[in-house]
Every structure is written in C-alpha cells, then in structure tokens.
C-alpha cells in the first residue's frame, strides 16, 4: 500500500533523488516520517514566520548533499565502493533520528539522554529490524570505520549537515545572511591520508561558510526573542514535571504522558526498549496540544506561561557581554513584590544564564586545508586566514529573561 | 509585556512592514496568532516535503500586496484614502482568519459552516471588541464599500490572496510552474469607474497568472496522491464523529472533543458565541495528536485509517477524465471477499467522487482589461487572448481512492 | 598557454562541467570564442538594460542541458553510447556558430545566408581541421543519425536550446513571465520507437513551456521598442550597402569592410572559403564601432538614423491585429512635407511590415506525449490540453514605424 | 522623438522607478547612453562568462538604492527634502560617469586623469548644460553639502555603489560568496550628528558586507586569470602608443585614434573642452575592434599580444605572498633566449609586479555604529566584531605573468 517516493522536489535544491531501495525503505520507516512533524528550528517561527521547515527535509537534503559530495570526490579519482557510498548517505539520513520535540530546548526535560546517543540506538534498533542493512552506516557514524572522511563528511566542523542547515535556515528565515556557496565547497573537497581536505583555493569559501554559521548563530538561533521563547517552553516542562511529580493531573496525549509521570533515568532508558517505542512517536503535536490545554489548568505558574507562549506575550530578555547581576537582582526584588511568590516560583518568571556560541572550535577536529605544493595546515595557520584566534575563542553572553510589568 | 512585530522577514518578499498599529493590534490578537498552527497547504507537505507554511504568513503576505497594489494606484493618480489603505490591509490580513485545521478537507465535518461566513463573525466580533476599529474593512470585505475596487482587490479573480498563495505555494513546494510576475501585475492595475481594470499591456501577465493557477491545481492541488490524504483525513473524522455520536469515547483535547461530540448546526453557531470561540483556538496539532493516538484505538476501522495517515501507507488513487465506475465496483468486491465488511464500513476502504477545476469562471465577476483606446474588455474579449473557451470550462475528473491489496 | 575552462560558473544553472577535451577544444576555438561577442537577444538590451548576455553563455548552457537530458534518459534504462553522448553535447555547443552579429536584424543585410546554412559549413570546417572529430555531432545536427531522439534533442519544439534560452533570457531580462520548469521537463522525457517523448504526467510542464515562450515572445523578442530597434539597425545597414555599393567611403573594420563592399551571393560565399573565415571574426564591436562613427557621416540618412541608435531616439512603433495601411500613409505625407525626401528615402523615417509568432507549430514536428497506457499521441490532441487550435494557429500583428515629430 | 524609460525591470531588484523628470533628463543624455556600452568588470568575463552587465545597469541600480535608503531615513524621522532626496539619486547615478572603456586597466593609458577627476569634469559640464539642475548633487558629490551623510551614503566604506557592485557582481558571475543582506543593512541606517551611522543590531549585516566584499576580490576581481587578462591589455595599449609616438599607422575609430596619437596630459585635458567630449563617446567597442584589426598588424609585438587577447590564450600568472623575484628573472632568462628580444621588448611577455586589496580601511572614513545606549563607536571596537586588526590590515600579493613555452 506504500507510495514510493523516489524523486523529491525540494524548494532548496530542486529535485533530488534517491534511487536506492535501501534509502526509501530509511524515509518510509515510521520512525523516520515522525520527522515529518518536528520542526527544525523549534520556536525561531516566532521571529522568523517562514521557518517552519521540519527535520524531515532537513534529513533528506543531508542525505543528498552526502551523495553529491561523494560524486565529486569519484570525479578526482578517489575511490568510494557503492557500499561507502550507501552507507555515507544512509548515515546522513540518520544522522538526526534522535532528535524528539523541540530538542534543543526539551532533551534535557523529557528525556535524560542526548539527542546523539538516541539517533545511534535508534540506528543499532533499525539495522536489527533490517538484517544488518545498516551496519556499514553505523560504522561510518561512529568513526570507527577506516576511511574516516565518510565520517568527517557526516560529522565535522565542515559537514553535509551544517551546510544544509545554513542553506535550508537560510532559505526559510529569509536571512540571506546565513547564504554559503555550497556547491563550491563540495567541488573544493578532497581527501588526503584517509581525511577530508579542502584544496587551498576553496578557502574563502569555507571562511565564508564559517562566518555565515557566526552569522546566523547571533542573528537567528540565538536571537534575543528566540532564546526567550525557548526558555519559556523548558519553564513549562519544568513546572508541568514538578506538578507530574506530586501527582497533579495534566491533560497530554498517552506517548506525553508517559515522560511526564515517568521520570525516567538514561539506564531506564536503555534497559527498557519499550520507552524508546514511545519516544519514538513523539512530537511538536503532542507538546503544544498540551500547552494550549494547560492554559486553563488551576497552577497559576502552569498556566500562566502557557498562556504567555500561546498569546506569544514572550519574556522579554536581554542579551549582553556585561554582566547582568545587578538588574537580575532588582527585577527579581520588583517582581517578588508584585507577584507574591515564593523564591522558587519566582525563578519562573524572572531568571539569568549564559550562552555562548564558538564560530570555530580549535580543541575539535580542524578544518584541514591542502595547499598547492601538497601540504596539509589547519585553516588557521594559512595565510591571510579570517578564520584566526578571535574567531576561535568562544564568545559567551549573559542574558535575563523576565515578565514584563 | 507584548513584542510588537513591525518589520518581518518574509522568505518570498523580503522585509514586509506593518507601520500600522491597527494591524499590529490584529496580528497581536490571539485568534490571528492561532493561525501560526494551521497549515496553509494541509497534507499537501506529504508529496512537498516544503510546504509546511502557514496561513499566518500568508496572511500577512496578501496583507503586504494589498498596500503595495494601493501604493501603486496612488502613484496613478487614484485617490486612495488613507483610512481606505487601512481598511483594505486589513481586510487582506484578516480574509482566511475563518478556516479552521485542513479546512479545505474538514471544514464540513468539523463544523457546519463554510470558512467564509466563520471569518466575517470573527471579524464582526473583533470589531465590537476594538470599538468599530473594523467598521471599514468590514464593509470592504462584505462588497458593500462604495470604491468596489478595494473589494475586487481583496477577493476576485484577480485578488492579491491569490496572488500571495501562487507565489507562496510555488516557493514552498519548489513547483516554478507557479511563478507569476505578481509585481508586474500590480504595475498595471488601474481603475476605471470604481472598478479594478488591468491595462492592456498586462494581458500577458494576467494570462500567466491564469495558466500558472491551473497548472498548481494538477500538479498540486489536486495531485492524486494530495487528494487521497485530504480524503483520508475526511473519512477519519467521518468515522470519528460517528463514533462519537455512539458515545463512544475518543483521546481528544479539550477543544477537539467539543466539536467531535457536540454535532453542532450553523444555527448553534450563529447563537452561541461559545462555539465561535472554541473554534477560533483550534489548530492542527489537535487534529494530528487525536489522529496518533487513536491508532491505537479498538475500532478497526478508526485504527486503520489513522495508521495509514500516520504511516504514509495512502489510499491509491485513480484520475481520469474517464468513467471509473466499473473499476470501483470491481475494487469493492475484491476489497469486501478480503476484509468482510459491511457496505456502508466498505466505503471507508475504498470510493469514488468526482472534482473539479474551474481555471477562469466565466459565471464570477470577470478580470476587465482596459484597452489602449480606454475600452473596457473582459479578458475572454481581447483578441488572441489565450484566456479562451478552453479554458474558461470547468474541468471534472473522476477519481476512485481504495486501499492496496 | 591555453587556461582550460573545465568548470563554469553559470549564474543560470551554477557549476557546470566540461569534462570532455573534445568540448574544450571547441570552446578554445577562435571560432566560438567570437561568440563572446555576440549578444544573444541583439537590441534588446535598450529596453531591457540587464539582457547583455551572449551567444557564448548560451552555447555553453545548452550543451550542458543536452548532458543532463541524456543523464535523465540514461536512468530510464535508455541507451546512450558514449560516443553518442559526446555528438549530442559537441552539436548542442555548436548549434549557434553560423550566427553573426545581431543576427536576427542582420543576416540578411550582410550575408545572403541563413545562420543555419553557415553553422553547417562552419561545423564541417572544424571537422575537417579537427580530423572527424565533429562525425557523428554532424550526423545528429543534420538529422542522418538513427537515433533520431538526439537530433530531436538539439532541434524541435522541445529542445535544449530553446529551454536554455527561455531560462537565460528570463534571468536577465528579470521577466519572470519566461521562468519554465526545465528540469521537471527534463526529467519527463523518454525514448519510444526513437522518438523523443514526453511522459503524461509531464503534460502540464510542457505547457507551461510553451506559453511561456508566447508571452516572451509578446513581452520581450517583439516588444514593440526592441522591433524598432532592430528595424532601424535594419535600416542603417540597407543605407550603407546603398552607399558602399556607389563607392561611398564608409568607416568599418577591415572585416566589416569586406561585408559591406563585396555585395556576396550565397554561391560566392559557398565556393570562396576566404568569406566563411572573415565572416567568422566578424562581431558586435566591428557594427557598433562603424554606427558610432557614421554619426558624422556626410550622408543626412546614414547619420541620421546612426544618431538616432546612438541616442537612443529610436522609432515610434505601433503593433495591431487591425490594419495600419491609412495610419501609415498619413504619416507618410506628414514627413514627407517635413523632411523633403523622396519617396524612396522616407521609406528609411516611416514604413511598415508585418511581424508573426507561432506559439506551436503544428506543420512542423510535434511534441509527442506518451500516455498512462503506452499510446504516443500528439500533445494537442491530450484531453484538456492548453495546446489547442488557438495556440496552434500564428499571430500575425502589422505594425508601423516612424519617427516623431 | 525620445522613449521615456519611467520603469526599468532589473533582474537584480525587480522594477525599479525612476519618476523624476530630472533623473530621466540624465538618463536619457548621450554621456549616461555610452555607459550601456561599457561593461563594468572589464575582462573578467574570461573567467566568470555571465558578467558581461554594464555601468549602465550599475549606476541605475546605485540611483535605486539610493532612494530606498532615504526612504527608510525618513521612516525613522530623519528629515530628508525632496530636493535633496533628488540629488542624491543624481549624485549616485552620475557617480561613475567618467569612467572610460575598461576603465580600472585603461585609464592612466588612455587618459592621464582619474576617473573621479572626469565624473567631476562631465557633471560640471551637465551642470551647466542644464541650467543648474545638478547644484546640490554636485556639492553631495564633493562632500560640500552640509548634510554630509547624503555624501557619505553616495561614497563611503558603506555607500550604495559598494552595495549594488558586489549584488550584481555576485548575481551576473553567479559567486555566491558576494551575496550581502542590503536591504538589511539599508534598514539599519540611521543619522546621528549628521553622520550616517549604523544601528548595533545592525553590526553583523555590516560584518558580512566586509567579507563578501573581501571574498569577492580575492575571487573575482583580483582572481588571477582576470588579473593576467587586464595586464595584457594595459600591455597591447602601451604598445599601441608606444607605436602611435613612432607615427607608426594603427587602424582605430576616429574617437580612439584621437586618444592613441594626441598623447594628452592632464593640463590639456582640463583646458581643452573638445578632448572632454571625445572621451565622451568612447567605449569598448571601439578598443575591441581596433584590437581584432591589430592581431594582424605588422608589429610583432602588438599582434602578438592581440592574439592572445582574441583566441583568450592569456598569460600565465603566478599570485604569491612568497617573493617571486627570482622565479621571474628565470622566465625572463628562459624566454629571452627563446623569444630573441630586448630587454624592453621582453618586458610585454614576462613581468611582475604587487596588488593589493584593504578589505576595510581604516585610514579612511570609518564606518560608525551607534549602540543601544546612544554611543557611536567606530566598527573596529564594537565587542567581538570580525572588523578587527586582521581585516584591517591591507594585504599584498606579488605576482608574476608570463606567456607559456
């Protein structure tokens, strides 16, 4: 009764395909059209309309750039086996199956377990079901097959899943500032050594792609208004689980209501696969439907947020490299008095944290560029880089979220 | 404690300004945020994974047009007042603000209105609740505005909803065969004698936006695999509200299960303004979170249409211009001798109707072109116009959808 | 000391790949490389400033196409030799060589032969030097291949030229009325009993195809200003053979001097190779050079009408269905009490004529489409076709021009 | 007789209008026509064959965003009169006036004037011409006028020509690494002390301007084949006149034969109104064609170089940081026993030199950001701007260019 899709018309891309049985049996498996309805970038729809684009698209661009890398790479005479090529892709695919409702901000709430160590039980799970199919992608994902540039490709600072995520972000925000000339980059690839290098004449691209990956991070994913709307989103999750804890009834779909009462441990988690089940049918739908449920629920505080994220009446926040101690205080003094609330039940109307964003991390594994006479240097170390020690320091902001009067 | 949104970042347009406060006070309004969670397209994004956007930025988008398409006749000289600017953004902005979750499919099961009369209580309720704010946009919207352009302008043949949604579905599905030369069009829009005319030399203009309307109807609209996910979704709720009428108990939110067991007529609508405002928080996502959970649920027949929704295991659809019903019969017998069901639960499994698409509606207000001579023509008129009986003509095709063996 | 083009950077389709060295020694040749400096749309430029592209980019454009089609039908298990490939690609490059500057407005003032005739002999030239090289690419170009799908390929109704030039005359003209879904077309079409065929299912993208070119067409290649511009370098170019052919001396480039003084027939163009290699150097900067200098020539006509392409006063044009025979004659009678010329001369300020375009072409070769069920029928005999008589049948338009008061 | 061009469809930013009557007067003058024939990156279109736009197009599209950043001024208050909204877009549309034919490479060989010097010269003359019309454009353009952020916003580190330079450099080569957010950064303009200054959310809009500014010259206009192919036209050029001193005859136009025997200085230039004139009417065709006609010209120098130019087999370029004194006193050594020529002639086939590029100058003007707390500041301090010391910092590169053995 399935509809095979072969052929995908994608806005970003255009056509792409995926002639591989293997591929659609990944894209029709239930686990994966779950994707279908988680979005990709979360809340950032609250600031940037058009982008409510879903980890589904995202997965299959990933894929496709992965196939399109490897092309290129065949072009100059590096030998990929149909098997590398395969299970390069399939990993792409993959890469990002762990991820639950809005994961950036929920994973630590829901689940106690990282999006990455998810996608690979989900992984190891599949490829049981699948007689092994996935056991080359599973090798190349976890670095631990030989060619490791399969895996760097997949999985680097310079990889398939950042540059479709710069292009597809790019595309749905409208921010022409996280635009990257992919393609070149692709073209600019090459492996030395077993690792995936750029040639020396590719390095303004991949400078550019970095910068518009800054770019992007302080524009949009760690947009002011973004972020608030994030933490309001892990304040009613964390408010819902500590009224879950005392037995409060909250109105959610079964698969929700499990996470919510069963406050679940990372080994409940391996041990018993039937939470992983569960997990695996979860997503942006149940979370809002409950949200806007609990608008009417009798927690002031419960009710109280959801309703602030669905009038979208978002805290307001300030986001700076100063420190923000001295106001956090007196918003807390001033709303306190107003709000009559506990400390604690305060803390979810007025908080402070840090975030940070690294361009370029030097203590990860290096953008390798390869110069014309043969040598292998790190993208730093060439001359007349960008991509030099103030981009590599981490930069980290304060920033308070609070109500407004 | 609100976040006033002024200038947004429209993937299609580019930065969109909403200067007015009366918009942003419309926009700001629960009910208009509500359509940040309905889907402009549907289940269309089953074929397309892209078109995932919403009816709020296509909203704001024909909201956008309708001042660019103003601005325009003001630089002609057509004396537009500045209240008359207001009133028709206004209008634009609020002319979908009645159609509920996948309304083009559920708006007859759901609730027994059409979405045209649901927006104009809605706007007649804002209006009370703003103090008249609306009086203009109203009578705008209703045609009886003494300037009838600005009604042509928001909705007729030639409207800038339909503009927006043809520029919108073709940058989200990826479908150029939808591209149209909207500014273009709205470089020759006139006025003559209070009518909205287009001039001469925009006629090839207005027959791409005719083609290009036609063609997003077969290759998107109405593609057969999009037509058998609305029709699924359709037979759901049909089942759904006949169990409900049984008593039997369905997972609904709150807001869902008031309209699954209320059997509403329009006269409880129009009487009750309860109903009205149930329905103005409804969205997808207690649609989709109803339709996951009663997969589990113990009528076979509910359960089986929920997974295949939930699945992507649709029903097959024929298309044809041919009679399809000796295929039918021949289909519901195989099917019967397989699944034993009675007739009427047969039907679940496997139908037909008929559709249909009508280009241009020769039986509508018609798009009047201005000749060079200032004639005023209807566009069928002028000479080698494509815009000819051919396409004037409704096309019917008749479609049977059933499940696979 | 050559600089191997292998990669372009098209801003149309983006990289594209000449990977063969067959293709690189054409492109290198000085024959093709003169292609540089001729612009595709002539004239059109006045009107539509961005539409300086040229008949280089364009060669280079539809010779990728060709490779992406023959890719397209590869997958479908059709096969392409590589030899066969390498021919499509070699004549799909080559198809515009016998095009001379400003060809449209001028082949038939400067040489007494069509550019297809030229192609053909330049073509064979290049095969001769070239040892054979260009065999096979001739046979497809001349339509003597078996596989007659290739030439159909490189020349029909639905061919690479004309969807490259459809998609490079939109993107630089900015007319968004010629965008056309190329790679969905391309992606349609198969190979039955050798014929080039169109899937069913791609009906709807043909179309789109074709009225896209009717409204470049109107919009862009006849736009009334770009026929009086090239009526006028029409005119400029009679009057100078008039000059040269009474041994007035005229300033021209040594080639440019050939052309105008030798008054070639075909035949003398066909025996004496002498004309073909001057022919072959001759460009857009040889013509715009000799009207900026003729400005000043002492012949009132010449300089008259060069001032006026200079300047830009180029003639006032009108373009009807309706007759024009009496407007034209008035005008005739007003300047010539103006002017004081004769008759013959002020046929160089105000004539007329007839311009025609056929949308699709029934008497030549028709787009095949192939049904659901295997049958091949022409596309205008689909049911609910776009393709009917209407768009079968050829617009004929009078038009006067003249210049102004 | 004149066609009015009130709208211009620019496929960079759609249509653009030009209502005034002043800037159509401009348009429409024969000095501002030549600009359509003068392609605005010379040769580059050797290596990128899309970039053949013209100064034309340019300078409509400078004149454009001129407007729109006015525009958004005056939304935020800052009072802007119409006469000075006038000559700004005068002063951005006249601003590259005076450049000649392949200006970057010709100028100091043809005309011993910079280009700036002429623009200034032909705008006074205009002036004149048209009674005064361009007073306060000409006092913008010199940076007289007091309102000094209409000179900066026409000519500075941040001004309109840089933006629509690197959009439609970026557009026509299809170099995606030069695409810049300008309608961002437009938005982000404010005036403060009369200096136009860029808001703080602003600074990473700016940032991305920088380097794709940066990219593009190390891709594009400094790439290293363009680099070879303007060299050998400055070289064909300074043979040329080299020849022209001897009295030694060479086939130009009457416009070029002007400049290639009269041997201008600066003085002349300036006193003598009829050389002003001349180089009013010259463009590329004249110097393409004299170069065709002098590949066959009996200098051996000169023809050899003009082949080169003409069958693209350009120079060979080494671009270094690395000194490469000693490779190219190799070359020579190895070419001069080859080629058997003197020193002096040697120098047009093997020869070096250094080029540079600041990405941001600080020397200059420097671009002003006003902070959220009412502060300018100066890019350069703004916390973790990418605007730092690195980019600051001119860079130099040696290269070497010689023809092959």
Redesign the interface.
């Known amino acids: 009764?399935?509809?095979k899709v072969k052929?995908?018309?994608?806005?970003?891309y255009?056509?792409i395909r995926f002639?591989e049985p293997e591929i659609m049996r990944i894209i029709?498996h239930?686990w994966f059209?779950r994707l279908?309805?988680i979005k990709q970038m979360g809340l950032a729809?609250?600031v940037?309309?058009?982008a409510?684009?879903?980890r589904?698209?995202h997965s299959?661009g990933a894929c496709h750039l992965a196939g399109k890398a490897l092309e290129e790479l065949s072009?100059k005479g590096i030998r990929v086996e149909k098997e590398e090529f395969l299970a390069a892709r399939l990993a792409a695919l993959l890469h990002d199956i762990g991820h639950g409702p809005f994961s950036h901000s929920l994973e630590n709430v829901l689940v106690a377990m990282p999006h990455e160590a998810i996608s690979r039980m989900i992984m190891e799970r599949m490829n049981r079901e699948m007689g092994g199919m996935l056991d080359t992608a599973l090798s190349v994902y976890s670095h631990s097959y030989p060619r490791r540039y399969l895996h760097q490709l997949v999985s680097s600072q310079l990889d398939i899943d950042r540059m479709d995520y710069l292009n597809r972000d790019s595309?749905?925000?409208?921010?022409?500032?996280g635009?990257?000339?992919y393609?070149?980059i692709l073209?600019m690839l090459t492996v030395t050594d077993n690792e995936l290098v750029v040639e020396e004449k590719g390095v303004?691209?991949v400078?550019?792609f970095i910068?518009?990956r800054?770019?992007m991070y302080?524009?949009v994913y760690l947009h002011k208004?973004v972020l608030g709307a994030e933490m309001l989103l892990i304040k009613i999750f964390t408010r819902a689980k500590e009224l879950a804890a005392q037995n409060v009834e909250l109105?959610a779909?079964?698969?929700l209501r499990h996470f919510l009462y069963a406050n679940l441990t990372q080994i409940d988690f391996e041990n018993n696969p039937e939470h992983l089940i569960k997990f695996c049918?979860l997503?942006?739908?149940?979370i809002?439907?409950s949200i806007?449920?609990w608008q009417?629920h009798s927690d002031f505080i419960l009710s109280e947020l959801c309703k602030?994220l669905?009038?979208?009446?978002?805290y307001?926040v300030l986001l700076s490299?100063e420190p923000l101690a001295r106001i956090l205080r007196d918003k807390k003094i001033a709303l306190g008095d107003r709000l009559k609330l506990a400390e604690n039940e305060l803390d979810y109307f007025v908080f402070g944290g840090i975030t940070s964003n690294s361009t370029y991390d030097i203590n990860n594994e290096l953008i390798k560029i390869e110069t014309k006479t043969g040598e292998i240097k790190n993208i730093t170390e060439i001359?007349?880089s960008?991509v030099?020690q103030?981009?590599a320091r981490a930069?980290h902001k304060n920033y308070i979220c609070f109500?407004?009067d």
Chains 1, 2, 3, 4 share one sequence.
């Open positions: 009764m399935s509809v052929i995908v018309n994608d806005p970003v255009g056509f002639p029709d239930t059209q279908r309805n729809h609250l940037y309309p058009g409510v684009h879903t589904f698209a299959l072009t595309f749905y925000t409208g921010v022409s500032e635009v990257i000339g393609d070149r073209q303004h691209s400078e550019k910068i518009a800054r770019l302080w524009q208004t109105f779909s079964p698969l049918q997503d942006d739908h149940d809002m439907t806007k449920a009417s602030m669905i009038l979208r009446k978002l307001k490299s001359d007349d960008l030099n103030t981009l930069v109500v407004q």
